[in-house]
Antibody, heavy 121, light 107 residues
Framework: QVQLQESGPGLVKPSETLSLTCAVS?????????WGWIRQPPGKGLEWIGS???????YYNPSLKSRVTISVDTSKNQFSLKLSSVTAADTAVYYC??????????????WGQGTLVTVSS | DIQMTQSPSTLSASVGDRVTITCRAS??????LAWYQQKPGKAPKLLIY???SLESGVPSRFSGSGSGTEFTLTISSLQPDDFATYYC?????????FGQGTKVEIK
């Protein structure tokens, strides 16, 4: 059974960098699939942040591209998100997920439980 | 930039009702569309992919149809466990991927 678990600080100061890690169990990241990040501001809808293919190719939401970096660590079977220069608008529940698709924006079949990140001083 | 528009935003229905949610894309996305169900405080759950393919383990009362720019999610007989928010997602291009959501409420 594929399982994903997000981890990282729950509170980040404005202008700093948000960093999250997603640990994957039950499947080897290097074997295939996309691995992505999605966020959901409190009371609002879902927003795709970006995805990384098992080969290391990355795909980002154009609206966030200048601030986002997604990387993978196959030795630890985990992948990470960095979002720089955060503001209160980046406060959200952040989900990691496994994806399947053809052009870098996959659909997601397995999701982590989500972690709330609040941007505040 | 593809825009995904769901309708209605909120739907009130009773147990046993047939429910239909529509998702429209601003340009053709072929059949590259998925549907998710999300309950409060939980991660979304994949229901349908490639517009009409039922994800393993999802009850057969859920079905999807459409191609190009117009898609529907149908629940044939609404069950108590189905009251939730539903999202469509296009996976054809790098742009706004998700619709804004449709909340299915108890009538």
């Amino acid at each position: 059974q594929v399982q994903l678990q997000e981890s990282g600080p729950g509170l980040v100061k404005p202008s700093e960098t948000l960093s999250l890690t997603c640990a994957v169990s039950g499947y080897s990241i290097s074997s295939g699939y996309y691995w992505g990040w999605i966020r959901q501001p409190p009371g609002k809808g879902l927003e795709w942040i970006g995805s990384i293919y098992h080969s290391g190719s990355t795909y980002y939401n154009p609206s966030l591209k200048s601030r986002v970096t997604i990387s993978v660590d196959t030795s630890k079977n985990q992948f990470s998100l960095k979002l720089s220069s955060v503001t209160a608008a980046d406060t959200a529940v952040y989900y990691c997920a496994r994806g399947y698709g053809i052009v870098g924006v996959p659909y997601f079949d397995y999701w982590g439980q989500g972690t709330l990140v609040t941007v505040s001083s | 930039d593809i825009q995904m528009t769901q309708s209605p935003s909120t739907l009130s229905a009773s147990v046993g009702d047939r429910v239909t949610i529509t998702c429209r894309a601003s340009q053709s996305i072929s059949s590259w569309l998925a549907w998710y169900q999300q309950k409060p405080g939980k991660a979304p759950k994949l229901l349908i992919y490639k517009a009409s393919s039922l994800e393993s383990g999802v009850p057969s009362r859920f079905s999807g149809s459409g191609s190009g720019t117009e898609f529907t999610l149908t629940i044939s007989s609404l069950q108590p466990d189905d009251f939730a928010t539903y999202y469509c997602q296009q996976y054809n291009s790098y742009s706004r991927a998700f619709g804004q959501g449709t909340k299915v409420e108890i009538k």
